[in-house]
């Protein structure tokens, strides 16, 4: 008589009444205390500069990671109302890179690359499709 295989945990968390949870994410990091008693900070990278706040009741299973696995351990995180946490990361992720474009290097470059836009315009008399000058 064969052995009768043990179920495993990630299924029974991520089934319910037979059917899938919808809107799931599966997320690797590192977990850390929030300001928030609900909630933890939830760290994406070793460097501990991006993370984002999740709310425990949206976690519906986690393993944690050892050292023999990934050298800095860590923690894979499943969590339902996925959508909601990507459109914060997104959101995020869009005004840090509007501040990178903010700076004075991209400014100069901006400076440069319109004037150089309007004299080529001046000197040929009609407006690039791009750009790049070399288009008309």
């Known amino acids: 008589m064969a052995n009768k295989l043990t179920i495993d945990e990630l299924p029974k968390k991520l089934i319910k009444n037979g059917e899938k949870i919808a809107d799931i994410l599966m997320i690797y990091g590192f977990v850390a205390a929030s ?3 609900e909630s933890i900070t939830f760290y994406f990278d070793p460097l ?16 944690k990671m050892t050292k023999t696995h990934s050298l800095f351990g860590g923690t894979i995180l499943w969590i339902k109302n996925a959508s909601s946490y990507l459109n914060t990361y997104d959101t995020r992720t ?3 890179a509007a501040q990178f474009f903010q700076g004075d290097i991209y400014q100069q470059f901006i400076n440069t690359t319109q004037n150089n836009t309007s004299q080529q315009q001046q000197k040929k008399g009609n407006a690039p499709v791009c750009g ?4 008309r």
């Open 35 to 37: 300001t928030d008693e």
């Open 48 to 63: 501990l500069k991006n993370s984002i706040n999740i709310h425990e009741k949206d976690i519906v299973h986690h393993v």
């Open 94 to 96: 869009q005004q840090e």
């Open 132 to 135: 790049c000058g070399k288009c």
